[in-house]
Each structure stands twice: as structure tokens, then as C-alpha cells.
T-cell receptor, first 116, second 108 residues
Framework: DTGVSQDPRHKITKRGQNVTFRCDPISEHNRLYWYRQTLGQGPEFLTYFQNEAQLEKSRLLSDRFSAERPKGSFSTLEIQRTEQGDSAMYLC??????????????FGPGTRLTVL | DAKTTQPNSMESNEEEPVHLPCNHSTISGTDYIHWYRQLPSQGPEYVIHGLTSNVNNRMASLAIAEDRKSSTLILHRATLRDAAVYYCILRAGNQFYFGTGTSLTVIP
């Protein structure tokens, strides 16, 4: 399967610990997005990359959150000093955009974070 | 933020057509309308998108009102596998704005 993959699928951590999630996009997709989804809500945009450049960040992305996409391939999302309010599903999506028309995002299965 | 309004839930009988409405009265001229669906414990899946004209693909049809302030996703024959949460999304620039979606129940 050559779809978007995320690792781990589930993560349980204690409050105050740091966690890191990984996303592997569909190869040759130049855009990569991170979303957060809480129970009963739709996904909320966090940030996106065009190749290795992080071009946009939501105000939801506090300074405890950092995302990287070295070499424009896989991406990591790190949360420092986790809080119980960080418990959510973290979704990654990738797309190919030539900049002319809108692009279709392909989502991974998500990483479910539980902060105790 | 670009906002959409959808009914919280809808039901349909299997093999009958389903019309899922969405209001987006604040849409701007360059906003694309996207529909995604999400099955339990999975990431959202692309269904269809459009700008001004009605669109058809193998999964569904998208009917866009002339003033673009509303749209309707049409599933021509609902199957049990179509039971999911359907999101009507406005794409503004590089951000997708999801709402809470419509939970579709398909009755056998």
C-alpha cells in the first residue's frame, strides 16, 4: 500500500512528557498537512508544508508544538510538556499541488494520543 | 474562518439516493467546495470537489447552487459501506475548514 502512513497509531503518555509522531506521505507529494481531531468534531488544521518549508501555522499550534519536514519527505510533529487537553487524534495528509488548481488531500489513519 | 453548516445526522434506506445538504453563505469567489467522508477509526477520504459547475465522479455527484451559497452531495444508491460522517469543506487558500459534518446512517 502506498498511501499515507503514520506512526505510532496509538500513544499513551503522562502529563508533562514529550511525544513525537511521524508521517510518511505519498511519494512525490509536495504538500503535507497536520490536523488535530477531538471526539465528535471535524479535523482542525494545524500546519502545512510545501516541500521542506513550513508555510502556514494555525493559531491552535502553541509554542509547545513543533513540526518539521526535513528534505521534504517525511514529517514529524512534536508536542512538548503534554497536557490533558492535547488528547486527540493527530491526522496527517499529503497532496500534490502544481499551484494552478486546488489539490486533493490524502489522509493517513491518524495517531491517537491519550495524555493521562 | 470559512464556515459550513450541515445537519448533524441523516438516515437513508439501502439502495436509495441520498442528498446531503451544506450551506456556506460566506463563501468567496475563489473558495473550492470539497466533500470528504470519514469512517470510524479512519482518516477522512476524498469524495468530490467543485468550484462553480456541478461535478460527477464514480463515487458521487456534487450540485452547486447558482449563487454558490449552498451545495448538495448526492449518493445515487446508498450502500452499507457509505455509512460515515460526511464533511462539506471550504478550501480557502491552503487551509481546509472542516465543520462537524453529517453522520449518515444507512438502513438495510
Amino acid at each position: 500500500d502506498t498511501g499515507v502512513s503514520q506512526d505510532p497509531r496509538h500513544k499513551i503518555t503522562k502529563r508533562g512528557q514529550n511525544v513525537t509522531f511521524r508521517c510518511d506521505p505519498i511519494s512525490e507529494h509536495n504538500r503535507l498537512y497536520w490536523y488535530r481531531q477531538t471526539l465528535g468534531q471535524g479535523p482542525e488544521f494545524l500546519t502545512y508544508f510545501q516541500n521542506e518549508a513550513q508555510l502556514e501555522k494555525s493559531r491552535l499550534l502553541s509554542d509547545r508544538f513543533s513540526a518539521e519536514r526535513p528534505k521534504g519527505s517525511f514529517s514529524t510533529l512534536e508536542i512538548q510538556r503534554t497536557e490533558q487537553g492535547d488528547s486527540a487524534m493527530y491526522l496527517c495528509a499529503s497532496s500534490f499541488s502544481s499551484g494552478i488548481r486546488t489539490d486533493t488531500q490524502y489522509f493517513g489513519p491518524g495517531t491517537r494520543l491519550t495524555v493521562l | 474562518d470559512a464556515k459550513t453548516t450541515q445537519p448533524n445526522s441523516m438516515e437513508s434506506n439501502e439502495e436509495e439516493p441520498v442528498h446531503l445538504p451544506c450551506n456556506h453563505s460566506t463563501i468567496s469567489g475563489t473558495d473550492y467546495i470539497h466533500w470528504y467522508r470519514q469512517l470510524p477509526s479512519q482518516g477522512p477520504e476524498y469524495v468530490i470537489h467543485g468550484l462553480t459547475s456541478n461535478v460527477n465522479n464514480r463515487m458521487a455527484s456534487l450540485a452547486i447552487a447558482e449563487d454558490r451559497k449552498s451545495s448538495t452531495l448526492i449518493l445515487h444508491r446508498a450502500t452499507l459501506r457509505d455509512a460515515a460522517v460526511y464533511y462539506c469543506i471550504l478550501r480557502a487558500g491552503n487551509q481546509f475548514y472542516f465543520g462537524t459534518g453529517t453522520s449518515l446512517t444507512v438502513i438495510p
